[in-house]
């Protein structure tokens, strides 16, 4: 992934569903940031945090309100200008998972990329990917692809 | 051609009379002729003379008259008489006559009603004995026919038998091999459905065995190698997401 101003907080997107969380923490604060004509505490949210730090690491005067507003309009739209790639999954992952996810895309991809997740039980494990060109990764294609390969086989082992 | 007695007597009668009339006017011509001889006598004289001759001459004439008047009748009567016992004689030989004819006709009938009837009788004889010969011939005839007809067609339905017999075997076979390759085919669809089945059930729970055998760090290695495969198969294409 190539060098951004963002990357601080791109760390903290991993997948669509990061990504709205993260939008709907930055639509809080900038509703409640400068409400009635000056800045207020905001009440700590998932993402509130590490907003107020990528604005401290900007060096932003905090109390600038049209540089901390025109800040969070730029943050608002590098994140909905992410790309995403759609993964199919057998079950919703785990933190780990798409921790592992997350890390292998920012090393492998040029840019930030973020998943967007479907749940489909019926693949067994493994992944399918439908980006333009469907493929089927899934251990249970796999399985029934390694069973027709050998259907003599395994019919000759059942019936002895 | 039989003429009646009695019509014959009258014209024989009519016939004398005609005569004695002629001889009249014969005889009033002659005195006519020998008063013109005699004109020089007197006439008183004359006419005593003419009377008595007259009288002479009819009663001459009279007299003849009633002479052939009776030889006719004479005549007549015999002529009747003998017309009579001519036509009684004929009508007696005529009915002889006929009654030899008619019985002559009649022994010749029944002479030849009887050669008839014997010919007939005969005829009828040989007619019936040829009939019987016939009859007889046919009739053997016929069982001759019959019994080849009856040999043949005993033959026939022998070979008929042999036939459908044979067809009937061949048919037997073929259905037999029909329904041996009609089982033979279910059975084998019946084992291939069997087998697809067990694959499937063994596919089946292979898939959950395998599923729930899988460590998170198994699923997580299998998505970071479609991960990886994706990426080589150019399946990451994200830019066609937006």
Do not use: C, H
């Not at chain 1, 993964?87 to 992952?93: D, G, K, N, Q």
């Not at chain 2, 003429?3 to 007597?9: C, E, S, V, Y």
């Not at chain 2, 899988?214 to 495969?229: H, S």
């Amino acid at each position: 992934m190539q060098n951004n101003k963002y990357n601080q907080l791109f760390t903290l997107i991993r997948t669509t569903r990061d990504r709205n969380s993260f939008l709907n923490s930055l639509e809080k604060l900038s509703a409640e940031i400068f409400k009635e004509g000056k800045k207020q505490d905001i009440v700590a949210d998932v993402y509130v945090d590490d907003i107020n730090e990528f604005l401290t690491s900007e060096k932003l005067d905090k109390e600038d309100k049209n540089a901390v507003e025109k800040a969070l309009s730029d943050i608002r739209e590098e994140m909905e200008n992410l790309k995403s790639i759609n993964i199919t999954l057998a079950s919703y992952p785990n933190e780990e998972i798409i921790n592992a996810m997350s890390s292998w895309l920012d090393k492998n991809m040029d840019e930030k990329v973020i998943l967007n997740i479907d749940v489909d039980g019926r693949i067994g494990a493994g992944a399918v990917f439908n980006n333009g060109i469907f493929k089927d990764y899934s251990l249970n294609t796999q399985i029934e692809e390694a069973f027709k390969n050998k259907k003599s086989e395994i019919l000759a082992l059942i019936k002895n | 051609m039989i003429i009646d007695p009695t019509l014959f007597a009258i014209l024989v009668g009519l016939l004398g009379a005609s005569i004695v009339l002629l001889v009249y006017f014969i005889i009033i011509a002659l005195v006519n002729s020998s008063r013109l001889k005699k004109s020089e006598m007197t006439s008183d004289e004359l006419r005593n003379e003419a009377k008595d001759i007259q009288n002479k001459i009819f009663l001459k004439a009279q007299e003849d008259y009633a002479e052939i008047i009776s030889a006719a009748d004479q005549k007549a009567e015999e002529i009747v008489k003998q017309t009579s016992k001519i036509t009684s004689d004929s009508n007696t030989a005529f009915e002889k006559t006929i009654e030899t004819l008619l019985k002559n006709q009649y022994d010749e009938l029944n002479k030849k009603a009887s050669e008839i009837e014997k010919g007939y009788e005969k005829e009828m004889q040989e007619a019936n004995e040829n009939n019987i010969k016939v009859f007889s011939n046919i009739t053997k005839e016929v069982l001759d026919y019959t019994n080849s007809q009856f040999a043949e067609y005993k033959k026939t339905l022998e070979a008929m038998t042999i036939d459908a017999r044979k067809l009937a075997e061949t048919k037997a076979n073929e259905e037999f091999k029909k329904m041996e390759a009609d089982i033979e085919a279910y059975k084998k669809e019946r084992i291939e459905k069997i087998d697809n089945n067990i694959f499937n059930l063994l596919l089946s729970v292979s898939k959950i065995a395998i599923g729930k055998s899988l460590t998170v760090n198994d699923q997580k290695n299998l998505i970071l190698e479609a991960l990886e495969q994706a990426k080589k198969e150019g399946a990451l294409d994200y830019k066609n997401n937006g």
